[in-house]
C-alpha cells in the first residue's frame, strides 16, 4: 500500500459525460500528479500540483481540468468524455516535487474509466 | 526532450533464475534520476528501485539491483531468485534533477516468470 488513495476505482459512462476524479496523497506529501495510462499512448503525464498551486502541465487535453484543494485532495474532471478517453487514471504524490528535490512519486491504484 | 526505450516488449525465466530487464535512455541533462516501477495484474504501480545519476554505486533492493551505465545512458534491472510474484509490467522511468514535473516512462518489459 503506497498511502495514495485514489476513488473510484471503476467508472463507467457514457460519451459527452462529465467524469471527477478524486485523489488523496500520502500524509506530507504536497505534490500530485496525475498521469493516463492507455493502450495506444502508454503512461502520459497530465498535470502537477503543489500545495494548491498548479506547477506543471503535461499532454492534457482542454476538457480536461483539475484542482488541489486546501487538504491538499486533488480531483480531476474530465468533460464531454469520447470513446478515447478509456483508460487508467494514476494519481502520485511526492513529498516537494520541486527542482533538486530527491523526491520518488508513490502512485495511488488508479481509477479504470470506460466510457461507452 | 528525453526519452526511455525498453526494447524488450517479454521476457520470461524460470523461478529461482535471473533475468536482466534493459532500458535507455536519452537526456542531456547531468542530473537526474531513475527509476523501475512494477505494474502486476492489479494495475498498482510499485516502485521497485530507484538510483541518483550523481551516485556511481548501484542501487540494490534485496533481490533487485541495477547496472547503472552513465556514460552508455543505460539503466538495467536484474532479478535474482526469480519468484511467481514477480511476473508484471516492468516500467523504466526518467525524472529530470530540474524540472520535477513528471516521470517519462518507457513502453515497459512485460514478465513472465515458469514454476
Known amino acids: 500500500d503506497s498511502g495514495v488513495t485514489q476513488t473510484p476505482k471503476h467508472l463507467i459512462t457514457a460519451t459527452g459525460q462529465r467524469v471527477t476524479l478524486r485523489c488523496s496523497p500520502r500524509s506530507g506529501d504536497l505534490s500530485v500528479y496525475w498521469y493516463q495510462q492507455s493502450l495506444d499512448q502508454g503512461l502520459q503525464f497530465l498535470i502537477q500540483?503543489?500545495?494548491?498551486?498548479?506547477?506543471a502541465k503535461g499532454n492534457i487535453l482542454e476538457r480536461f481540468s483539475a484542482q488541489q484543494f486546501p487538504d491538499l485532495h486533488s480531483e480531476l474532471n474530465l468533460s464531454s468524455l469520447e470513446l478515447g478517453d478509456s483508460a487508467l487514471y494514476f494519481c502520485?504524490?511526492?513529498?516537494?516535487?520541486?527542482?533538486?528535490?530527491?523526491?520518488?512519486?508513490?502512485f495511488g491504484p488508479g481509477t479504470r474509466l470506460t466510457v461507452l | 526532450a528525453q526519452t526511455v526505450t525498453q526494447s524488450q516488449p517479454e521476457m520470461s525465466v524460470q523461478e529461482a533464475e535471473t533475468v536482466t530487464l534493459s532500458c535507455t535512455y536519452d537526456?542531456?541533462?547531468?542530473?537526474?534520476?531513475l527509476f523501475w516501477y512494477k505494474q502486476p495484474p492489479s494495475r498498482q504501480m510499485i516502485l521497485v528501485i530507484r538510483?541518483?545519476?550523481?551516485?556511481?554505486q548501484n542501487a540494490t533492493e534485496n533481490r533487485f539491483s541495477v547496472n547503472f551505465q552513465k556514460a552508455a545512458k543505460s539503466f538495467s534491472l536484474k532479478i535474482s531468485d526469480s519468484q511467481l510474484g514477480d511476473a508484471a509490467m516492468y516500467f523504466c522511468?526518467?525524472?529530470?534533477?530540474?524540472?520535477?514535473?513528471?516521470?517519462?516512462f518507457g513502453t515497459g518489459t512485460r514478465l513472465q516468470v515458469f514454476p
Open positions: 538510483q541518483e545519476a550523481y551516485k556511481q
Open positions: 537526456t542531456s541533462e547531468s542530473d537526474y534520476y
Open positions: 500540483y503543489y500545495n494548491g498551486e498548479e506547477r
Open positions: 522511468a526518467y525524472r529530470s534533477f530540474y524540472n520535477t514535473d513528471k516521470l517519462i
Open positions: 502520485a504524490s511526492s513529498v516537494e516535487g520541486l527542482a533538486g528535490a530527491p523526491d520518488t512519486q508513490y
